[in-house]
T-cell receptor, first 112, second 112 residues
């Protein structure tokens, strides 16, 4: 698996955009970038994934650089409920039946 | 929306008891997973199943067994609970050919 590197923690003011970076410089051509988050004492929640194009859904946007060596998860208008640990994972589709492996992730703290 | 439910949010059992944790998903997913999550150790896969009556050991199957008699239900069994099985247990499901996994709320099990 390609290794990912994320900052340990970030702060964001409520209502502002939260931009969470992830480095994955060893990513290979068939590997996707996935983002999950885990709010305290809850199960992890899938957010978004992408291969090389930017993606947007109702929760977030994912921007992947042209060389695919890094990406940014954007929460456009962060709320207090977005306070969570955010995990960036890189995996290929042929590993769909295998376990997720979370690193340490980024702890995002949203404050009013 | 995908819904994964787990039978209990909190459970307290005594050493030596047989413990059943149930997980049900309502999206006709082929794959189901049981993880445990402990501070500093991240998510660890116990067992997974890619079809009814099929099961595969994960990274830490010792002391656990599973049952999948119906597609929507995946049960984790602790044959004789021990204090080192005190943990957060997370169930997840996914389609066969995609990678995003959907998690239940978790069961926090305490063995005394």
């Amino acid at each position: 698996d390609a290794k990912t590197t994320q900052p340990t923690s970030m702060d964001c003011a409520e209502g502002r955009a939260a931009n969470l970076p992830c480095n994955h410089s060893t990513i290979s051509g068939n590997e996707y970038v996935y983002w999950y988050r885990q709010i305290h004492s809850q199960g992890p929640q899938y957010i978004i994934h992408g291969l090389k194009n930017n993606e947007t859904n109702e929760m977030a946007s994912l921007i992947i650089t042209e060389d695919r060596k890094s990406s940014t998860l954007i929460l456009p208008h962060a709320t207090l409920r977005d306070t969570a640990v955010y995990y960036c994972i890189v995996r290929s589709l042929n590993q769909a039946g295998t376990a997720l492996i979370f690193g340490k992730g980024t702890t995002l703290s949203v404050s009013s | 929306d995908v819904k994964v439910t787990q039978s209990s949010r909190y459970l307290v059992k005594r050493t030596g008891e047989k413990v059943f944790l149930e997980c049900v998903q309502d999206m006709d997913h082929e794959n189901m997973f049981w993880y445990r999550q402990d501070p500093g150790l991240g998510l660890r896969l116990i067992y997974f199943s890619y079809d009814v009556k099929m099961k595969e050991k994960g990274d830490i199957p010792e002391g656990y067994s599973v049952s999948r008699e119906k597609k929507e239900r995946f049960s984790l069994i602790l044959e004789s609970a021990s204090t080192n099985q005190t943990s957060m247990y997370l169930c997840a499901s996914s389609r066969q050919s995609v990678y995003e996994q959907y998690f239940g709320p978790g069961t926090r099990l305490t063995v005394t």
